[in-house]
């Protein structure tokens, strides 16, 4: 007898939690359908020297071997660790089949070994979307990437969160103004402030040879870039006579104006000047977003631009814009706050009461009826078990019709319905089972 | 410079392909949802010890390992080569938290080292609907996963199929009425009659000591079956005074007439009494699923009884009915008689031309518009191309509709609607856009 156990670090659900993730799921998938990005879904192995291609720490990868194989059998096939690497192979790939710009975007698992944590697991969903050009990648497209991910946000309905928007060159004009030489670092440090306490913070700064007054004046701008508002910030970087500056608050000015013309609630959104996401990846427009009072639980999605996505295959030029929802660690961090509420544990609506062979001829005909209406039930599967048990298996489950055809009813084609959540009870004539449940 | 390479027999799929596996995938989670089978979601992974239990040829199995660690870190994990074995672990480990019956649905990938071999892939989707219970599974269980997959198969829409059923304990029967005492070797045998020529089947049960007039009654019995009609085999076979005999023939009737009782066609069913699936394993009923025309090419459905689904893991028995689509497989069957015809490029059913900076705000209105009423769509990227070129990007994509608002018409509120399909064009009010896209 072997015991059956759960591998550490790698999620998985009752039913009752997977029909919430699967509702999580569906929701961005029609979010990101619904604004043109097409699914695709590459493998979840990928060849070494594709993954090595981009990524520097192999000590988070798993790679794959036969059992009875060698290792390094299958040319060293490796667990894809994010959705990025294996587009830009895709791209590659694929350059001369694919019509650019390209959208397209994948829901699926990706794989890690990390030192156990609090909200992190080995495998875990990430739901991306990305537009890929083989040209110019006008502005528009950052607009089009984060109003999809509010949109779908927006529609998983039951919590508020922030998106911080920033331009990144703006960041770096600003630092140079201080005269800082070394920015990549400086910009590393200032990406962790809302995780280490000020004092904590200015340590940091020191270290990398910054002097007070530099310091006070970081300081001071992410300050203003936390207490002002949105318009307030794009008004007061206006008035600098600075060419270069003009042309980023313009960009900002424009993702931010287009976010709102889309409808976007101004309230979502916020211009968050020392935003970063790292150092030298992304080239213009970075995201994070926060779920208000879960901020130090990290952000549930980000994004940002990069001027070429797959410069490692090919020498033709891909910039690219991504955003990304952490599904995973957003039901993680909703889990941690309370926010998730578990409710059904089947994804039957309605439950057809199982007793009298007689019975059982008009009673899959009901089913079959629902069915066709797109109504999710089942019929107990026992004739046998007494009335009262079958009903506590729908209660239990949290079914929320039961629906009895009495043996001497048949002939009257008249149906008892519970209204379970309700406690509601009807006699209903068969023909208009479809009025009551839908 | 990195070539970007697809792995052999990993599959991936350009869009348009891509769209039509999607299809494929939501008409069976949609159809196994009606039929009240609930999503479950296990990790990829399973612990060593866990697929030994069940699994003989581990010459099949790929592990996963760091990529600097130690093979066998992680308690030696695998990858799962089927849904089945993760779903035994799941019901030993929570069986005090499932309510049984316990019906539920897994769509998701497996992965299998195989030769290479047409139709084949190492990574490969399977689509299962199961019913597990902690107690005796009423026959109604078997006819439940037959008509789900029946639903799920017709509404994929455009091929012939048959689900050859059996009761498998009647096969049994008949062979020991032979007196043959090699039974699950000669049902091994019978189990191939589809893939050899009449020569080599007898040379195959001639060497486990079959004589010529088992041989020949074999083959009657087999030819039999495929001959007669479904009411001619039951009237056939009721007629015998044996008691098992009567049992099983009146459970296969079961089966079958509750089939028609749920709307079954009956062209979609036959009684197959050779049908066998492997030797022990399977203990009542069975099914497998032949496209017409393409039967050779093998089973693209199948399913079957199993007393007990979790014996390795826990002492309590767990009767457990199961069927499954082979999804990769069917695509792939199909393909290879050109079933499959690749249409649209992109989810996005309309496109927005992109031309004057006035017309924007108007144009991202009409997007959100059409997003709301669950049209997906795009806007052109970019605002600089000339329309001719838009007009051939969505053609490309075989995106159906272009809208344009011309500048000059804004204050009208008018817009031109061109179907790509038809040709058709027309001017149409702003306001009636939903009239006409839907």
């Given at each position: 007898m072997?015991?059956?156990?759960?591998?550490?670090?790698?999620?998985?659900?009752?039913p009752?939690?997977?029909?919430?993730?699967?509702?999580?799921?569906?929701?961005?998938?029609?979010?990101?359908?619904?604004?043109?990005?097409?699914?695709?879904?590459?493998?979840?192995?990928?060849?070494?020297?594709?993954?090595?291609?981009?990524?520097?720490?192999?000590?988070?990868?798993?790679?794959?071997?036969?059992?009875?194989?060698?290792?390094?059998?299958?040319?060293?096939?490796?667990?894809?660790?994010?959705l990025?690497?294996?587009?830009?192979?895709?791209?590659?790939?694929?350059?001369?089949?694919?019509?650019?710009p390209?959208?397209?975007?994948?829901?699926?698992?990706?794989?890690?070994?990390?030192?156990?944590?609090?909200?992190?697991?080995?495998?875990?969903?990430?739901?991306?979307?990305d537009?890929?050009?083989?040209?110019?990648?006008?502005?528009?497209?950052?607009?089009?990437v984060?109003?999809?991910?509010?949109?779908?946000?927006?529609?998983?309905?039951?919590?508020?969160?922030?998106?911080?928007?920033?331009?990144?060159?703006?960041?770096?004009?600003?630092l140079?103004?201080?005269?800082?030489?070394?920015?990549?670092?400086?910009?590393?440090?200032?990406?962790k402030?809302?995780?280490?306490?000020?004092?904590?913070?200015?340590?940091?700064?020191?270290?990398v040879?910054?002097?007070?007054?530099?310091?006070?004046?970081?300081?001071?701008?992410?300050?203003?870039?936390?207490?002002?508002?949105?318009?307030?910030?794009?008004?007061?970087?206006?008035?600098?006579?600075?060419?270069?500056?003009?042309?980023?608050?313009?960009?900002?000015?424009?993702?931010?104006?287009n976010?709102?013309?889309?409808?976007?609630?101004?309230?979502?959104?916020?211009?968050?000047?020392?935003?970063?996401?790292?150092?030298?990846?992304?080239?213009?427009?970075?995201?994070?977003?926060?779920?208000v009072?879960?901020?130090?639980?990290?952000?549930?999605?980000?994004?940002?631009?990069?001027?070429?996505?797959?410069?490692?295959?090919?020498k033709?030029?891909?910039?690219?814009?991504?955003?990304?929802?952490?599904?995973?660690?957003?039901?993680?961090?909703?889990?941690?706050?309370?926010?998730?509420?578990?409710?059904?544990?089947?994804?039957?609506?309605?439950?057809?009461?199982?007793?009298?062979?007689?019975?059982?001829?008009?009673?899959?005909?009901?089913?079959?009826?629902?069915?066709?209406?797109?109504?999710?039930?089942?019929?107990?599967?026992?004739?046998?078990?007494?009335?009262?048990?079958?009903?506590?298996?729908?209660?239990?489950?949290?079914?929320?019709?039961?629906?009895i055809?009495?043996?001497?009813?048949?002939?009257?084609?008249?149906?008892?319905?519970?209204?379970?959540?309700?406690?509601?009870?009807?006699?209903?004539?068969?023909?208009?089972?479809?009025?009551?449940?839908?």
């Open positions: 072997i015991k059956p156990q759960a591998i550490s670090w790698f999620w998985e659900n009752l009752e939690a997977q029909i919430i993730e699967d509702k999580f799921k569906e929701i961005i998938r029609k979010n990101y359908s619904l604004s043109g990005f097409t699914p695709i879904d590459t493998p979840v192995v990928e060849r070494l020297d594709v993954l090595l291609a981009k990524w520097a720490d192999d000590n988070e990868v798993y790679a794959i071997h036969r059992v009875n194989g060698e290792v390094g059998d299958d040319s060293s096939l490796w667990l894809r660790f994010d990025t690497v294996p587009l830009a192979r895709y791209v590659a790939q694929y350059e001369w089949e694919i019509s650019f390209f959208r397209r975007q994948h829901i699926a698992r990706v794989y890690r070994w990390e030192r156990p944590q609090k909200g992190r697991y080995r495998e875990f969903y990430q739901a991306d979307v537009i890929i050009w083989n040209w110019d990648l006008p502005n528009f497209a950052d607009v089009e984060i109003s999809t991910i509010y949109n779908s946000l927006r529609e998983l309905d039951f919590w508020d969160f922030v998106i911080n928007m920033n331009n990144k060159k703006f960041l770096s004009w600003f140079q103004t201080l005269e800082i030489e070394n920015i990549a670092w400086t910009i590393s440090i200032i990406d402030k809302d995780k280490v306490r000020y004092d904590k913070l200015k340590e940091m700064f020191f270290s040879w910054l002097n007070e007054v530099q310091i006070e004046k970081i300081v001071e701008f992410i300050r203003f870039s936390e207490e002002k508002t949105n318009t307030e910030i794009l008004t007061f970087y206006s008035q600098f006579s600075n060419e270069l500056l003009k042309t980023w608050i313009d960009e900002l000015k424009y993702l931010y104006n976010l709102i013309n889309l409808w976007v609630e101004e309230k979502y959104l916020k211009i968050n000047t020392s935003i970063s996401r790292w150092l030298n990846y992304y080239t213009w427009t970075v995201f994070e977003t926060f779920i009072w879960a901020e130090n639980l990290g952000s549930v999605s980000s994004g940002g631009r990069y001027d070429n996505l797959a410069s490692n295959f090919t033709n030029n891909y910039p690219w814009v991504w955003g990304s929802i952490g599904l995973s660690r957003l039901i993680a961090v909703l889990n941690s706050i309370w926010k998730i509420e578990l409710d059904r544990k089947t994804v039957s609506k309605a439950m057809l009461v199982n007793m009298w062979e007689n019975t059982l001829k008009n009673n899959l005909s009901i089913l079959n009826i629902l069915r066709n209406a797109w109504v999710s039930c089942e019929m107990y599967l026992d004739s046998e078990t007494k009335i009262q048990k079958q009903l506590k298996y729908a209660n239990n489950k949290k079914i929320q019709y039961a629906i055809c009495w043996l001497d009813e048949l002939e009257k084609w008249v149906l008892q319905l519970k209204n379970l959540d309700s406690g509601e009870q009807l006699e209903i004539k068969q023909s208009e089972i479809l009025n009551y449940i839908k």
